[in-house]
């Protein structure tokens, strides 16, 4: 937010794949920090800024490269802690008169181990043995630390893997404590944030009062439109802005016919009639289905969808007297990314996400109350706001909804087999507790009838693919290991219970390759 009153930690991002976990080690200890490319970072920026602290990323380059990324020079002389990454580390020895050579027996990948060499704040709660495990990922060393620094810890190819100038509050190692391969990782951090100072305030309670105080203040008396899709982000997105600015908002909750069992009614009855939301049902589900007839190619049946899906957004937020703002559930992941490495435009965001091309189509401005907040912030967002858990804690849908798991073709029929066997294995999972502990769960219908026998009759119908995985952030994934009694048990519901499927499958694919979606 702008108007920020909480303290701050920035992370000056080299490129690392893995950044993004930095960010939620700390937002995980209540501190409030954001990521930059280190090239938007300028001497102006950390003034304004005005971090607590700082935190220097990895990165894919060379600092041994001419021209390779750096950290302003500017902050060494600010008097701040700070602490550098892998990359981060080396353009920190570097800058301050060290060296960094590349080159043969240099190079460390994968699970490695680091022995001490001193007592080190940042270490408190490390070397409980004789060496701690961690993950490097690097073809380059620090063979020269700068003035100042001392050495807390080796590896066999990392002869600085911990390095310290304590009278600086500088910190420095070569391994990446953020992943889950360094065990112990997360307590360097908490180590790292109390030598900081920081009071670790970041609450979502916290959040909730700042937020409300700062809608209040962009949208003043104006009239505010939202998107609700039923999911969790724009559910909370809307909670949220109802505390904020009451009447002023309307949601318009556009029913494409492609929703699972019994949704709309599920969504549109919580916010309107448990929660006193002002929601326009548009039950548009006729439209898209007659535009989607015939279309079997993924990407035709997607750009169809998003195409009718701003064009009947803008009929109904045309009905709206005074609209001034249209909120979106845009979320931090999704503001890092639409900034890439380079500083360009990023294309990681997937055009079904948000409703992209709404402000400039409609000439409204933009209101993003959760674009400071990762996923599990926002889930514990809405526990604050009063939504129930169990709707808070959905798995994730798709902006497209079922059109994504019925490969080919979309006809009725096959839409409501699909709503029927979804609906018979979610109730599976929930029977068997597996819920919570499943990323994301759903049926696909397939493109196939197979043949099958059923009493004394022949059958041909429809096959099925069930499909589960576990995940952090959707980015990657792997197949949830259902027992085969699970897998038995609901095949057998779903062929009993659902006419028009004969055939269940499960697929065990992991992303990569994959996708999570069929489509």
């Given at each position: 937010?702008?108007?920020?009153?909480?303290?701050?930690?920035?992370?000056?991002?080299?490129?690392?794949?893995?950044?993004?976990?930095?960010?939620?080690?700390?937002?995980?200890?209540?501190?409030?920090?954001?990521?930059?490319?280190?090239?938007?970072?300028?001497?102006?920026?950390?003034?304004?800024?005005?971090?607590?602290?700082?935190?220097?990323?990895?990165?894919?380059?060379?600092?041994?490269?001419?021209?390779?990324?750096?950290?302003?020079?500017?902050?060494?002389?600010?008097?701040?802690?700070?602490?550098?990454?892998?990359?981060?580390?080396?353009?920190?020895?570097?800058?301050?008169?060290?060296?960094?050579?590349?080159?043969?027996?240099?190079?460390?990948?994968?699970?490695?181990?680091?022995?001490?060499?001193?007592?080190?704040?940042?270490?408190?709660?490390?070397?409980?043995?004789?060496?701690?495990?961690?993950?490097?990922?690097?073809?380059?060393?620090?063979?020269?630390?700068?003035?100042?620094?001392?050495?807390?810890?080796?590896?066999?190819?990392?002869?600085?893997?911990?390095?310290?100038?304590?009278?600086?509050?500088?910190?420095?190692?070569?391994?990446?404590?953020?992943?889950?391969?360094?065990?112990?990782?997360?307590?360097?951090?908490?180590?790292?944030?109390?030598?900081?100072?920081?009071?670790?305030?970041?609450?979502?309670?916290?959040?909730?009062?700042?937020?409300?105080?700062?809608?209040?203040?962009?949208?003043?008396?104006?009239?505010?439109?939202?998107?609700?899709?039923?999911?969790?982000?724009?559910?909370?997105?809307?909670?949220?802005?109802?505390?904020?600015?009451?009447?002023?908002?309307?949601?318009?909750?556009?029913?494409?016919?492609?929703?699972?069992?019994?949704?709309?009614?599920?969504?549109?009855?919580?916010?309107?009639?448990?929660?006193?939301?002002?929601?326009?049902?548009?039950?548009?589900?006729?439209?898209?289905?007659?535009?989607?007839?015939?279309?079997?190619?993924?990407?035709?049946?997607?750009?169809?969808?998003?195409?009718?899906?701003?064009?009947?957004?803008?009929?109904?937020?045309?009905?709206?007297?005074?609209?001034?703002?249209?909120?979106?559930?845009?979320?931090?992941?999704?503001?890092?990314?639409?900034?890439?490495?380079?500083?360009?435009?990023?294309?990681?965001?997937?055009?079904?996400?948000?409703?992209?091309?709404?402000?400039?189509?409609?000439?409204?401005?933009?209101?993003?109350?959760?674009?400071?907040?990762?996923?599990?912030?926002?889930?514990?967002?809405?526990?604050?706001?009063?939504?129930?858990?169990?709707?808070?804690?959905?798995?994730?849908?798709?902006?497209?909804?079922?059109?994504?798991?019925?490969?080919?073709?979309?006809?009725?029929?096959?839409?409501?087999?699909?709503?029927?066997?979804?609906?018979?294995?979610i109730d599976q999972i929930r029977k068997h507790g597996l819920y919570d502990y499943i990323w994301q769960a759903f049926v696909a219908i397939l493109p196939v009838r197979t043949v099958g026998v059923m009493g004394d009759g022949r059958t041909y119908d429809f096959a099925c693919a069930l499909r589960a995985v576990t995940s952090v952030d959707g980015m990657t994934a792997d197949y949830y290991p259902f027992s085969h009694e699970f897998l038995g048990e609901t095949a057998t519901r779903i062929i009993n219970?659902?006419?028009?499927?004969?055939?269940?499958?499960?697929?065990?694919?992991?992303?990569?390759?994959?996708?999570?979606?069929?489509?």
């Open positions: 937010m702008e108007n920020s009153t909480h303290e701050r930690l920035l992370i000056i991002d080299f490129g690392s794949q893995v950044t993004q976990l930095i960010a939620r080690r700390l937002r995980e200890l209540s501190v409030y920090c954001e990521i930059h490319p280190y090239q938007n970072v300028t001497d102006a920026f950390l003034a304004d800024f005005a971090p607590k602290a700082v935190i220097l990323s990895g990165g894919p380059d060379s600092v041994t490269r001419d021209g390779s990324p750096r950290a302003p020079q500017a902050l060494f002389d600010m008097g701040i802690p700070v602490l550098g990454i892998c990359y981060g580390q080396q353009t920190m020895m570097e800058q301050l008169g060290g060296k960094v050579v590349s080159g043969e027996g240099t190079a460390e990948f994968g699970r490695a181990y680091v022995t001490p060499e001193g007592k080190l704040s940042l270490l408190d709660g490390w070397f409980m043995t004789d060496k701690e495990q961690v993950w490097m990922s690097h073809g380059d060393h620090v063979s020269e630390i700068a003035p100042g620094f001392a050495v807390y810890g080796t590896s066999p190819s990392a002869p600085y893997a911990i390095t310290a100038d304590v009278a600086r509050n500088f910190y420095a190692v070569q391994f990446h404590p953020e992943v889950h391969h360094t065990p112990n990782g997360a307590k360097l951090y908490e180590n790292f944030v109390r030598i900081a100072g920081f009071s670790g305030g970041w609450t979502m309670g916290a959040y909730r009062e700042q937020a409300i105080d700062a809608i209040k203040e962009q949208v003043g008396d104006a009239h505010v439109i939202c998107a609700l899709s039923g999911g969790v982000d724009s559910s909370v997105a809307a909670a949220l802005l109802h505390e904020a600015i009451g009447d002023q908002l309307t949601c318009v909750f556009v029913d494409h016919g492609l929703l699972r069992l019994n949704e709309a009614e599920e969504v549109v009855g919580m916010f309107r009639d448990n929660m006193n939301l002002k929601v326009i049902h548009a039950d548009e589900s006729d439209l898209f289905l007659g535009e989607l007839e015939g279309q079997s190619d993924p990407e035709t049946k997607r750009k169809i969808i998003g195409k009718l899906f701003i064009d009947v957004f803008q009929k109904y937020a045309d009905q709206i007297e005074d609209a001034a703002f249209l909120a979106q559930g845009t979320l931090y992941p999704d503001v890092i990314e639409s900034v890439s490495f380079s500083g360009g435009p990023s294309v990681t965001i997937k055009s079904h996400h948000n409703v992209g091309g709404l402000p400039e189509k409609m000439g409204l401005k933009l209101v993003e109350p959760l674009r400071e907040l990762f996923k599990d912030e926002v889930r514990a967002l809405g526990v604050e706001l009063g939504l129930p858990k169990s709707f808070i804690g959905r798995h994730p849908f798709p902006g497209p909804g079922l059109a994504i798991r019925c490969p080919g073709e979309i006809t009725r029929e096959k839409l409501e087999i699909l709503r029927k066997a979804d609906a018979v294995y219970e659902v006419q028009g499927i004969n055939r269940v499958t499960y697929d065990i694919t992991s992303k990569p390759p994959g996708t999570i979606e069929w489509e």
